[in-house]
């Protein structure tokens, strides 16, 4: 991605490593857009937290910031003996496989660190082996998501006004995106086309989030409020949704992403209007059957309470928006059933929900 800062444009990735302080380098996504900082975690448990948090979040993203996360524990271990080793990278990653339970991506990373680490390897070995498959990791989501973009282009067509919920974009990923990825990919082809963004509540990635990437990338968008979108598919004012996804069942088509999500597919389904999902190969779940299975995060009340902005002095404020004696209840995603998917866009091609599984060889990567 390349941001605006101080007048200049330069390159970042949401999540990256720090080989030589062993700290995994992250934007911190809780102050954007009103500041661009970055946050260094020097611990596994930092790392897990800052999962938690939400300072970084996104599917790509916290699959990239679990798997340096278990690289970062690897190469901390300062013990001498193999069982010892184990032990600890075991307490590293139940910890890191905790710090959210939706985002399948999380584990699927993980696990790759692991399975690069196998072997008759010395504890040096397997320490420079997790860092490399990290960073093949983080490497593969980029790649990913430019695979997508490639593939999705053709669906974006000179004129339309698309509409996407929570933030598939380059915070949700090391870079690109993956709803936004076929967007870029048509700006660069020279296509004119307009963005609404849900401001998906509790958390506001929409709003606060994608809003600010595609300012910063030029592309005309406006936000809208989350109810807006029935009117404006009512109206002839939504030609195509994308959005991303946490976990998309290879064996069933059902798709987990962001409160609303399910929402908007059934709106975008009783108007006739095409509803895609942009996924990396990372955020496919090859083992769940059913939709019921998959664990659906429950968040804190108070994000559904309160709002968080900041005043006209720039300080951070929270303030409480519903009555202070009322409980919420936070569901943090949502499944959408393969019937109210036109297509998935995967870095191998667009595929309907219930192709998944007859190409998963081709998609098991
Ligand atoms: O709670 P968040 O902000 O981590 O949720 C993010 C989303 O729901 C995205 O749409 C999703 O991760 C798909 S894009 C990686």
Redesign the pocket.
Same mark, same amino acid.
């Given at each position: 991605m390349k941001v605006r800062v101080h007048g200049r444009r330069r390159h970042y990735r949401t999540v990256d490593f720090d080989a030589r302080t062993n700290e995994v380098v992250l934007i911190e996504q809780r102050k954007l857009p009103h500041y661009f900082e970055f946050t260094r975690t020097r611990t596994v448990q930092q790392t897990a937290r800052a999962i938690t948090n939400?300072t970084v979040?996104? *599917?790509?993203?916290?699959g990239a910031t679990a798997a340096f996360g278990l690289a970062q524990a690897a190469c901390a271990f300062t013990g001498k003996t193999e069982p010892a080793f184990a032990r600890h990278l075991l307490r590293a990653y139940d910890t890191l496989a905790a710090s959210?339970p939706t *985002?399948v $991506?999380l584990v699927n990373a993980m696990n790759k660190v692991r399975a690069a680490m196998n072997g008759d390897h010395t504890i040096a070995q397997q320490q420079r082996f997790a860092l490399q498959a990290a960073r093949q990791f983080a490497d593969d989501d980029v790649a990913h998501c430019q695979a997508i973009g490639r593939h999705g282009v053709k669906l974006i067509k000179n004129g339309m006004r698309v509409l996407t919920?929570?933030? @598939?974009g380059w915070l @949700?990923?090391v870079d690109v995106? +993956?709803?936004t990825a076929p967007l870029y990919a048509a700006q660069a082809k020279g296509k004119s086309f307009h963005v609404f963004c849900d401001e998906t509540r509790p958390?506001s990635?929409g709003a606060a989030l994608t809003a600010w990437e595609l300012a910063q990338q030029g592309v005309s968008h406006e936000v809208i409020a989350d109810n807006a979108a029935g009117h404006l598919m009512q109206r002839g004012e939504i030609d195509l949704v994308i959005?991303? +996804? $946490?976990r998309t069942l290879g064996r069933t088509g059902e798709v987990t992403?962001?409160i609303g999500?399910y929402t908007k597919a059934v709106l975008a389904a009783r108007h006739r209007i095409p509803f895609y999902v942009a996924i990396p190969l990372s955020?496919i779940d090859w083992n769940l059957k059913s939709g019921l299975e998959i664990p659906i995060e429950e968040r804190e009340d108070e994000e559904v309470l309160s709002a968080w902005g900041v005043d006209v002095r720039g300080r951070f404020l929270q303030v409480r928006v519903a009555n202070p004696a009322s409980a919420a209840c936070n569901p *943090?995603?949502d499944v959408t059933p393969p019937d109210l998917i036109t297509g998935i866009i995967t870095p191998r091609g667009i595929f309907g929900p219930k192709e998944l599984w007859r190409e998963r060889k081709r998609l098991n990567g």
């Amino acid at each position: 991605m390349k941001v605006r800062v101080h007048g200049r444009r330069r390159h970042y990735r949401t999540v990256d490593f720090d080989a030589r302080t062993n700290e995994v380098v992250l934007i911190e996504q809780r102050k954007l857009p009103h500041y661009f900082e970055f946050t260094r975690t020097r611990t596994v448990q930092q790392t897990a937290r800052a999962i938690t948090n939400m300072t970084v979040r996104g *599917a790509g993203a916290i699959g990239a910031t679990a798997a340096f996360g278990l690289a970062q524990a690897a190469c901390a271990f300062t013990g001498k003996t193999e069982p010892a080793f184990a032990r600890h990278l075991l307490r590293a990653y139940d910890t890191l496989a905790a710090s959210r339970p939706t *985002a399948v $991506d999380l584990v699927n990373a993980m696990n790759k660190v692991r399975a690069a680490m196998n072997g008759d390897h010395t504890i040096a070995q397997q320490q420079r082996f997790a860092l490399q498959a990290a960073r093949q990791f983080a490497d593969d989501d980029v790649a990913h998501c430019q695979a997508i973009g490639r593939h999705g282009v053709k669906l974006i067509k000179n004129g339309m006004r698309v509409l996407t919920h929570c933030n @598939a974009g380059w915070l @949700a990923f090391v870079d690109v995106g +993956s709803a936004t990825a076929p967007l870029y990919a048509a700006q660069a082809k020279g296509k004119s086309f307009h963005v609404f963004c849900d401001e998906t509540r509790p958390r506001s990635q929409g709003a606060a989030l994608t809003a600010w990437e595609l300012a910063q990338q030029g592309v005309s968008h406006e936000v809208i409020a989350d109810n807006a979108a029935g009117h404006l598919m009512q109206r002839g004012e939504i030609d195509l949704v994308i959005v991303g +996804s $946490d976990r998309t069942l290879g064996r069933t088509g059902e798709v987990t992403n962001k409160i609303g999500t399910y929402t908007k597919a059934v709106l975008a389904a009783r108007h006739r209007i095409p509803f895609y999902v942009a996924i990396p190969l990372s955020t496919i779940d090859w083992n769940l059957k059913s939709g019921l299975e998959i664990p659906i995060e429950e968040r804190e009340d108070e994000e559904v309470l309160s709002a968080w902005g900041v005043d006209v002095r720039g300080r951070f404020l929270q303030v409480r928006v519903a009555n202070p004696a009322s409980a919420a209840c936070n569901p *943090a995603f949502d499944v959408t059933p393969p019937d109210l998917i036109t297509g998935i866009i995967t870095p191998r091609g667009i595929f309907g929900p219930k192709e998944l599984w007859r190409e998963r060889k081709r998609l098991n990567g």
